[in-house]
């Protein structure tokens, strides 16, 4: 049983690396230089903490999109829903990453 577990549990960080990765490629390539200030994503704390993802994956996008990206840090995943649910339409983001499965059909 604990080998199952640990097997979903790296399935699941997998998953996550890959879809961290090839949203931003999409996103770029679907992008003009030159035409975007910059990229914006809003996030929970951890993904951005000085151990998170988020500032390498920051430099590796900028090198090969050529386009800057700041991450904005806004809570926890509840946090990040009520403010994405809050500004609606006028929301300055590009791309939400850290939402979780519950709070999705809100």
């Given amino acids: ?13 997998s998953v996550l690396i890959i879809l961290s990765i090839l949203i931003p490629i ?3 390539s679907s ?3 030159g035409k975007q200030n910059k990229l914006v994503i809003w996030t929970y704390d951890s993904f951005v903490s ?3 993802p988020a500032e390498p994956l ?3 996008w900028e090198t090969r999109g050529g386009i800057p990206v ?7 995943s509840g946090a990040l829903m009520g403010a994405l649910v809050s500004k609606a339409k ?3 983001v590009d791309i939400v990453i850290g939402l979780d ?3 999705a059909p809100r």
Avoid at 1 to 13: A, E, V
Avoid at 70 to 76: I, L, Q
């Fill in 31 to 33: 992008c003009e230089r």
């Fill in 70 to 76: 700041e991450f904005v840090s806004k809570g926890d």
């Fill in 58 to 60: 920051r430099k590796l």
């Fill in 101 to 103: 499965d519950r709070l």
């Fill in 1 to 13: 049983m604990k080998r199952l577990s640990k097997r979903l549990c790296f399935s699941s960080i």
């Fill in 26 to 28: 999409l996103v770029f």
């Fill in 90 to 92: 006028d929301a300055d």
């Fill in 50 to 52: 000085e151990w998170g």
